[in-house]
């Protein structure tokens, strides 16, 4: 028993800091490039930070334990809203942007109802359910890179720009680090999840 459980906290060790790791890498890339750093945070930073979730959900689904995949697709949602959203707000009361909640919440509440109908009126998850699923993350991201590029005025984009160019330059000599940190970053969520996972299901039977 008590092996399973080292290797378990191992492999979350693992994915905490391989998506630190991989955030990182990608940003700094991404900075190089003069990307606006709207555009970071509605992509590389919003799928990076989930990376850990996905290769969670997909080894589990992969290796036949299904149920994981859904169990932490719900309890991660619950967890972001519940609970890192609830320290957030506690910590630092603010006030509510509706315009910047409205799209997130759309869609929050669009991919909860195809989930809901889904399990209590089809009563099955099949590929048809993925696919629709990935459809409205497309779209999703797609309206965020849109917002991202063209939501701020010309001299807004400018200074960014400038300021982004200022960084790359700064750290043109670390391109090969970025890299580094995105390779490792990526290894050790790999090779987290499956320790998570692997062990995970071991430690559930013996309870």
Known sequence: ?????????????????????FVDGATGIAHKFHVPDLLIGATV???????PEVMVSATSAVSGHGEIAYGNAIGSIICNTALIAAISIAVKPSRVDKKTLTIPVIFF???????LF??????RFDRVTGVLLLLIFVTYIGIQ??????GKNPEAAAA????????????SNSTGKYLLLLVIGAA????????????GIII???L
């Open 45 to 51: 930073v919003s799928i990076g930070t989930t990376l």
């Open 118 to 123: 889904t399990a209590y009126v089809t009563k």
């Open 1 to 21: 028993m008590i092996t399973p459980i080292i290797l378990f906290l191992v492999g979350l060790v693992l994915l905490i800091k391989g998506g630190d790791w």
């Open 204 to 206: 559930a039977g013996l």
């Open 160 to 171: 960014d720009a400038e300021v982004a160019a200022a960084e790359a330059d700064t750290a």
């Open 188 to 199: 050790f969520i790999a090779i987290g999840a499956n320790l998570l996972v692997d062990n």
């Open 145 to 150: 890179v849109y917002q991202a590029m063209h």
């Open 109 to 115: 509440y669009v991919s909860t109802a195809l989930y």
